[in-house]
């Protein structure tokens, strides 16, 4: 039987996620790092641990079937790839960012300055298309350090928290990529293989699916019971159940996590009691 080669970052803020996601999809992988292809033990599945800047090529070669990569990877890399599903982890941005004690005058600023990056053809593309003429210094790492050196005077780089650009004295100051994990597939796969691509998307979906959703139960006086039944208009109608104590039914029900932070107070308001948000570990919709 083929078996499914799935690139994922060998180390990185990309490695725990991507190997977690499997797990929850019923995809056991050993963790070990030393080994760099490591067979599942439950599915068809290999697991090649790569670096991440390689794993966009290896894809478009057809070396890894799928992988898992940030979506600026995918941009930066220009390689010819299919992106199945935004996976809704490492949500980063990619910005520039100048010395905070300078005024930023907007993007006239970069107007034949020194940008240090690790994305030069992202920046490239984005200069252009804003006509800003810049001389790109490529430089593989610790980017934030450029401007303080005399190497550059902005950088263009991947910002989470912001923490590393505030500890180096630096402020961000256009957002040109908003990226997050991405699912990508080489695009000539077998139609054996891409059948089996999609039963890792359906998994996956099932699981990020559930990510979103809580399962709420609460008890409830039988007179606000309606009112309540209309707030929590979840994916299908609510389970309502009685209780032993008299006038009073307990509601089951699926609900958005935000929307339960929205309702929350009116429910108190109208008598809910003994209220348990749980989590859901798989859903399938
Ligand atoms: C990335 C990026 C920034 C930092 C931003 O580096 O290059 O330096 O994270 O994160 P923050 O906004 O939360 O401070 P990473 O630590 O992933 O390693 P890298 O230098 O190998 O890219």
Known sequence: MEKILFAVQKSGR????????????????DTSKEQLKIPSSNYPLEVLYL???????????GVADIGIL??????????NIEILKKLNFSKCRLSMAIPKNVEYIGLQYFQGKKIATSYPNTT????????IQADIHVITGSVEIAPNIGLADGICDLVSSGSTLFLNGLKEVEVILKSEAVLVCNKKLSPEKRKMVEEICF??????????????????????????????HGITSPTVMKLARQDWSSLHAVIEEQEFWNIVGQLKKLG??????????????
Do not use: H, W
Not at 51 to 59: F, L, M, S, T
Not at 70 to 79: D, L, Q
Not at 203 to 225: F, G, H, M, Q, S
Not at 273 to 284: C, R
């Open 14 to 29: 990309l490695n725990e996620d991507s190997v977690g996601l499997l797990k929850e999809c019923g995809i056991s992988i």
């Open 51 to 61: 670096r991440n800047a390689d794993i966009p090529e290896y894809v478009q070669d």
């Open 70 to 79: 940030g979506e600026n990877v995918v941009v930066e890399s220009e390689a």
């Open 124 to 131: 490239k593309v984005f200069l252009k298309k804003n006509n």
């Open 203 to 232: 998994r996956i979906e099932t699981v990020l699916t559930a990510r979103k959703k809580k399962y709420v139960l609460l008890n409830v006086p039988d007179e606000n019971l309606q009112l309540i039944i209309e707030l929590l």
């Open 272 to 285: 809910a009691e003994g209220i348990l948000v749980l989590d859901i570990e798989k859903m399938v919709s």
